[in-house]
């Protein structure tokens, strides 16, 4: 069994979609999105600086677009389950059939700028912390103010919070971490400072029609499975200032007996989290056009 997975903001670097708008019709549909949310994702994806993807606004819908793209690029695929982390849990759902692509696009276009207006609020941030035991480095978090936001297992919490509560954090390391790195986003996500956000994207919700997933489709919320169309966009809206379990996906991955798991553009993050938490799953990253080859075989492998 296969899982398709979509990685986060953070995953995004100068000019990763260059390669992939040689493929055919690519640089089309990447046209016809940018129109259908005003933004030009070809532009943000080869030529723009790693201070210009950061924006919040701009980093999410281009994670989707890329992800969307480089899953359309593998042909037909038959996954035992989908899920992303944090923004590619809409990749996922534009995966399962709960919404097209294009709405996919405009939901993720709304969610940016919602939540790039509320981290503007205050001046806020994440940083991931390697190693240590999670209920210590949970309990030392909550001393400092911080939220555990990403729980992604493996031994790698990301701590969200004010830029003191952090600067806090790099000088009072929890025991047993080996380093506390900050990420390149531009906000506390998945923390209550996204409030305003939540209330933004429950209107902007009910424009949008949603079908059942065609496939499992696996939440971040509690890594349950989800089954319902309305409840995968419910939960989408609440997961913005909500904690990221991806310990507990992984854990639904391991339940499900997952034998492989393919990461979609800009792959890396998930992959390296799997590689350690599920011994023995075969992983493969799509970064390039050059890895599709090798993704169609795994998917071959471990699909019915």
Request: charged share 20%; net charge negative; glycine share 10%.
């Amino acid at each position: 069994m296969l899982v398709l997975v979509a990685p986060g903001q953070g995953a995004q670097t100068p000019g990763f979609l260059t390669p992939w708008l040689d493929l055919p019709g690519a640089a089309d549909r990447i046209a016809a999105w940018s129109d259908a949310i005003g933004l030009d994702l070809s532009h943000y994806g080869t030529k723009a600086d790693a201070d210009e993807i950061r924006d919040t606004a701009v980093a999410q819908p281009l994670l989707v677009a890329a992800g969307l793209l480089s899953a359309s690029a593998l042909g037909e695929v038959a996954p035992g389950a989908v899920a992303g982390h944090s923004v590619g849990e809409i990749t996922a759902a534009a995966f399962a059939g709960v919404v097209d692509d294009i709405a996919a696009l405009k939901l993720v276009r709304a969610r940016g700028l919602a939540m790039a207006e509320a981290a503007a609020i205050t001046e806020t941030g994440m940083s991931a912390i390697l190693g240590g035991e999670a209920d210590t480095v949970v309990t030392h978090l909550e001393k400092l103010g911080l939220t555990p936001a990403n729980v992604n297992g493996a031994g790698q919490i990301v701590a969200a919070g004010t830029a003191e509560q952090l600067a806090a954090l790099a000088e009072d390391k929890p025991e047993g971490v080996r380093r506390v790195l900050p990420l390149k986003v531009a906000g506390a996500f998945h923390t209550h400072h996204m409030a305003p956000a939540v209330a933004k994207l429950e209107e902007a919700v009910k424009a949008f029609e949603a079908s059942d997933p065609a496939v499992p489709y696996v939440s971040n919320k509690d890594g349950q499975i989800v089954a319902d169309g309305a409840d995968v966009i419910s939960r989408l809206v609440g997961q913005v200032a909500n904690p990221v379990r991806w310990d507990l996906c992984m854990e639904t991955f391991k339940e499900r007996g997952v034998t492989a798991l393919v990461e979609v553009c800009p792959g890396g993050t998930l992959t390296g989290l799997a590689k350690r938490a599920l011994p023995g799953v075969r992983t493969l990253a799509l970064k390039t056009p050059d890895d599709l080859d090798a993704a169609r075989t795994l998917l071959a492998e471990h699909t019915a």
